[in-house]
């Protein structure tokens, strides 16, 4: 079974920091581009940043220059170094994979869209 794990979250004061991971487990062959997203409580969900299988890098504007992501391909997972936090960027973050090839049930599979459960990141003093 693959699954993506998020961890890392927490309570932290304004202007804190924090790293978020998101490990891919299973049978995984390769995972092309990977992302984080976030939603706040009564708000839809929204893309937070996105790097590439050759570790092409975007950001949506909220987080530049504040937040990094980056992977390792070897370990099959993708972080999300958060510095400067505020308030604002309260909620709960989620690790995407646009799509990958694992094997499931024996059998070779690309699979689309895949998501983590989510880790919860409150700012908060």
């Known amino acids: 079974q693959v699954q993506l794990v998020e961890s890392g979250g927490g309570l932290v004061q304004p202007g804190g920091s924090l790293r978020l991971s998101c490990a891919a487990s299973?049978?995984?062959?390769?995972?092309?581009?990977m992302g984080w997203y976030r939603q706040a409580p009564g708000k839809q969900r929204e893309w937070v940043a996105r790097?590439?299988?050759?570790?092409?890098?975007n950001y949506a504007d909220s987080v530049k220059g504040r937040f990094t992501i980056s992977r390792d391909n070897a370990k099959n997972t993708v972080y999300l170094q958060m510095n400067s936090l505020k308030p604002e960027d309260t909620a709960v973050y989620y690790c995407?994979?646009?799509?990958?090839?694992?094997?499931?049930?024996?059998?070779?599979?690309?699979?689309?869209?895949?998501w983590g459960q989510g880790t919860q990141v409150t700012v908060s003093s």
């Open positions: 995407n994979a646009d799509w990958l090839v694992a094997m499931v049930a024996g059998t070779k599979k690309f699979l689309y869209d895949y």
């Open positions: 299973g049978s995984i062959f390769s995972i092309n581009a």
């Open positions: 790097i590439t299988s050759g570790a092409g890098r």
